[in-house]
């Protein structure tokens, strides 16, 4: 199984970005699949995350400006992210938890400037 994440670039600030998580292989037993990211000189955090039920939930500072979503034909998770601030800067990754395991995506870039 691999997560290939990608749609991340340079944006200005107010821009939006559509990031995606494009699975291969077969995962079974998901509990959720999540977005986190990591800024430079920062611990990675966690972003927003849905589970297969479709229910969502997002970190406080992406509220009502980032949006989760999947498409079950495609394996793919996606990532909406409107209103860019250059505090959202960071490498974005994609995360599928298991009942058996997590995987990870390799991550992709978001740069916001100002």
């Known amino acids: 199984v691999q997560l290939q994440a990608s749609g991340g670039g340079l944006v200005q600030a107010g821009g939006s970005l559509r990031l995606s998580c494009a699975a291969s292989?077969?995962?079974?037993?998901?509990?959720?699949m999540r977005w986190y990211r990591q800024a430079p000189g920062k611990e990675r955090e966690w972003v927003a995350g849905i589970i297969p039920n479709g229910s969502v939930n997002y970190a406080d500072s992406v509220e009502g400006r980032f949006s989760i979503s999947r498409d079950r034909a495609k394996k793919t998770v996606y990532l909406q992210m409107n209103t860019l601030e250059p505090e959202d800067t960071a490498v974005y990754y994609c995360?599928?938890?298991?009942?058996?395991?997590?995987?990870w995506g390799q991550g992709t870039l978001v740069t916001v400037s100002s």
């Open positions: 292989g077969s995962i079974i037993g998901v509990k959720a």
């Open positions: 995360n599928y938890d298991t009942v058996y395991t997590t995987y």
